[in-house]
Nanobody, 127 residues
Framework: QVQLVESGEGLVQAGGSLRLSCAAS????????MAWFRQAPGKERQFVAA????????YYADSVKGRFTISKDNAKNTVFLQMNSLKPEDTAVYYC????????????????????WGQGTQVTVSS
């Protein structure tokens, strides 16, 4: 059973940085893409970034390119989201997600394309 556990919740001022972690367990993830999504109050869940477990290809939403970096630690089965130059509009609950891409595209920005989800972690950026 796949489990994804996020951590790194925090309140930061605009311009600050925060790093989120997602610890994955329950299987090997060699054919998986791991992603971060976020959902602000009253808004739909939005793709942020993704990384292919084997190969390390990365994908970013335009709104976070150049500010956020997704990475992974294979030994620890953990995915990270380093967030720099944070803006108030980055305030949201951030979710880790996993997609078994066997037989389909490596990644998608659509949340229904992901098979497993974490519980979410709150990021608040004050102005």
């Amino acid at each position: 059973q796949v489990q994804l556990v996020e951590s790194g919740e925090g309140l930061v001022q605009a311009g600050g940085s925060l790093r989120l972690s997602c610890a994955a367990s329950g299987r090997t993830f060699s054919s998986y893409t791991m992603a971060w999504f976020r959902q602000a109050p009253g808004k739909e869940r939005q793709f942020v970034a993704a990384i292919r477990w084997s190969g390390g290809d990365t994908y970013y939403a335009d709104s976070v390119k150049g500010r956020f970096t997704i990475s992974k630690d294979n030994a620890k089965n953990t995915v990270f989201l380093q967030m720099n130059s944070l803006k108030p509009e980055d305030t949201a609950v951030y979710y880790c997600a996993a997609r078994d891409y066997h037989g389909r595209a490596y990644y998608t920005t659509r949340d229904e394309g992901y098979d497993h989800w974490g519980q979410g972690t709150q990021v608040t950026v004050s102005s």
